[in-house]
């Protein structure tokens, strides 16, 4: 079993930035694709970013050249290094780790809200 817990949401006006984190527990020597997913009021829950124990990293096109996903295996810890916020980018924020490649993973965090104020 693995735990994830995000932190970092927040209030922020358009143009700023966040940086949410990802804190992993649990059977975490065996994940290997970490990954952001969010999902706006009323809407489905959509990739963000994701990122495999190999360094393999993909992006939703909207995030393109303002986010950035990275990870700290020592920290057992996950990033999304969010800039250039848009009032489009609110919505809650779900960290997902799984035992493979693939995406989304087995397992989610409870997620944390990021709203954009324009």
């Known amino acids: 079993q693995v735990q994830l817990v995000e932190s970092g949401g927040g209030l922020v006006q358009a143009g700023g930035s966040l940086r949410l984190s990802c804190a992993a527990s649990g059977s975490i020597f065996s994940i290997n694709a970490m990954a952001w997913f969010r999902q706006p009021p009323g809407k489905q829950r959509d990739l963000v970013a994701s990122i495999t124990s190999g360094g393999t990293i993909n992006y939703a096109d909207s995030v393109k050249g303002r986010f950035s996903i990275s990870r700290d295996n020592a920290k057992n810890t996950g990033y999304l290094q969010m800039n250039s916020l848009k009032p489009e980018d609110t919505a809650v924020y779900y960290c997902?780790?799984?035992?493979?490649?693939?995406?989304?993973?087995?397992?989610w965090g409870q997620g944390t809200q990021v709203t954009v104020s324009s």
């Open positions: 997902n780790a799984g035992l493979t490649r693939q995406v989304p993973g087995t397992y």
